[in-house]
């Protein structure tokens, strides 16, 4: 289990739940809520939050008796034998849960090979995906999704997916100076969402948070009609502070 670390509240839930099934997984008979706080040094308090995380995601199940053991998800992930798919079906299902919880469609997208790939998004008829209507991957520029991904990378890998990719102007409000663009990256807090408002599409507004784990640079994202726009910044905060799960996800 591997995660990179990140300066953001789902960053360090992430690690300290990964502290905690470490833990569990070390008493392959089962370990108590005490003798976990104590050999993972993590606050009894904030143990309960991650216990109740855990057993929600499936990771670790209580036994009769009340002590911690691994549960289905942990088994799937940790076995080689069909990982990527029981990954994908985990995801989707956190996915499916933000959607509703948040109220917006909501995305996975990585950073591959040079290029921004939504790999995975939950919508609904009330909840609907944004029309792609110019290809993602060259209008990183311009969307939450492209400027979450782009801050991740160091000032290099920025300038040289801007040399590969035109800044063309998608709406009025879409910048297209490398110059302002590469600033307003440079001074992007790791702790502060992402914003797209009306630039990559008009009548949609975005927002991304990081979800690096490991080496892979990735983000979660959610987009509102410009109509619950008033909506985007709670609705970022939330997607902010439930992104624990799909980092755990990717790190196990």
Same mark, same amino acid.
């Given at each position: 289990? +591997?995660? /990179? ?7 360090? %839930? ?14 392959? %008979?089962?370990? *108590? ?12 308090? $904030?143990?309960?939050?991650? #216990?109740?995380? !855990? $057993? ?5 199940? /209580? ?6 053991? *691994? ?7 940790? %076995? ?6 029981? !990954?994908?079906?985990?995801? /989707?299902?956190?996915?499916?849960? #933000? ?20 790999? /995975? ?31 991740? &990378? ?14 063309? $102007? ?26 797209? &408002? ?5 009548? *949609?507004? @975005? ?7 490991? %080496?892979?640079?990735? @983000? ?15 609705? +970022? ?9 799909? !980092?755990?996800? #990717?790190?196990?």
């Amino acid at each position: 289990m +591997a995660l /990179q670390h990140r300066p953001t509240a789902p960053h360090h %839930s992430a690690h300290d739940a990964l502290r905690v099934l470490e833990t569990v997984t070390r008493h392959t %008979s089962g370990v *108590t809520d005490t003798e976990i706080a104590r050999e993972s040094g993590i606050d009894p308090e $904030r143990l309960t939050t991650l #216990l109740r995380m !855990l $057993r929600r995601e499936g990771y670790v199940e /209580q036994t009769a008796d009340g002590a911690y053991v *691994t549960g289905e998800a942990l088994a799937r992930l940790g %076995s080689a034998h069909g990982r990527e798919q029981a !990954l994908r079906e985990k995801l /989707q299902r956190t996915l499916d849960r #933000l959607r509703d919880s948040v109220g917006a469609a909501v995305y996975i997208s990585r950073y591959v090979d040079g290029e921004v790939s939504v790999t /995975q998004y939950a919508d609904s008829p009330a909840t609907p995906r944004v029309n792609e209507w110019v290809d993602f991957r060259v209008s990183a520029h311009a969307t939450a999704v492209g400027k979450s991904l782009l801050t991740q &990378l160091d000032h290099a890998g920025r300038r040289d997916h801007l040399a590969r990719h035109r800044m063309a $102007r998608l709406t009025s409000r879409t910048i297209t100076s490398d110059k302002l663009l590469l600033s307003r990256l440079e001074s992007q807090p790791a702790t502060v969402p992402v914003l797209d &408002l009306q630039e990559y599409a008009v009548g *949609t507004v @975005c927002a991304a948070v990081p979800i690096t784990a490991g %080496s892979a640079v990735g @983000c979660l994202a959610l987009s509102l009609p410009v109509e619950h726009a008033h909506r985007l910044r709670r609705a +970022a905060d939330e997607l902010n502070r439930s992104a624990a799960p799909v !980092l755990l996800s #990717l790190a196990i």
